[in-house]
Nanobody, 116 residues
Framework: VQLQASGGGLVQAGGSLRLSCAAS????????LAWYRQAPGKQREWVAH???????VYAHSVKGRFTISRDNAKNTVYLQMNSLKPEDTAVYYC???????????WGQGTLVTVSS
């Protein structure tokens, strides 16, 4: 699987962005899809994931503001980010995981900068 993330940019606090991550090369629907982020000087942290069956879990810090979704027909996972805060500033990475196949793929990251 090759993952290509896009949609990052500069936005003011309170604004919105929609990240996309397009996949190619494998059976997209067989993977749990996730978004992670890494702020400057910090470790990468999990943000949200959506399973093959559509179950969704969010990190507490983004719950109620971010929405993850997937379109298996388009081989794409999305992250709608609303009410953005300066502390959301980070490089956002998409991830595709299938433990049964021992497959774990990362996209290249897209930078989100939220100004105060």
């Amino acid at each position: 699987v090759q993952l290509q993330a896009s949609g990052g940019g500069l936005v003011q606090a309170g604004g919105s962005l929609r990240l996309s991550c397009a996949a190619s090369g494998s059976i997209f629907s067989a993977y749990t899809l996730a978004w992670y982020r890494q702020a400057p000087g910090k470790q990468r942290e999990w943000v949200a994931h959506i399973t093959t069956g559509g179950a969704i879990v969010y990190a507490h810090s983004v719950k109620g503001r971010f929405t993850i979704s997937r379109d298996n027909a388009k081989n794409t996972v999305y992250l709608q980010m609303n009410s953005l805060k300066p502390e959301d500033t980070a490089v956002y990475y998409c991830n595709a995981l299938n433990p049964a196949w021992d497959r774990n793929y990362w996209g290249q990251g897209t930078l989100v900068t939220v100004s105060s």
